[in-house]
């Protein structure tokens, strides 16, 4: 793997474990465990394009978990303000 893309994904390795912290379904029996088997499954990746494919479903599910995050943070302020 070339040193860019190492970088890019040991960064998205980070943010997803930072991420999972907050993960509904729990972090250390349910999010670590799953976010592991989905990197070491891809870890036989060559080809740059594989790669960067794969970097680039990383941060959309990044994107999924933020969004999740925020609607919870909703629906929390609204049930306190409207029920």
Do not use: C, W
């Amino acid at each position: 793997m070339s040193n860019p893309l190492k970088y890019q994904v040991r960064d998205l390795y980070k943010k997803l474990l930072f991420l999972g912290r907050e993960y509904p379904s729990g972090y250390e029996n349910f999010f670590r465990p799953k976010l592991k088997a989905a990197f070491l499954k891809n870890r036989d990746l060559k080809n740059y394009h594989e790669i960067k494919k794969a970097i680039d479903l990383g941060e959309y599910v990044i994107k999924e978990l933020e969004t999740l995050y925020y609607l919870r943070k909703y629906r929390s302020l609204k049930r306190s303000y409207y029920n």
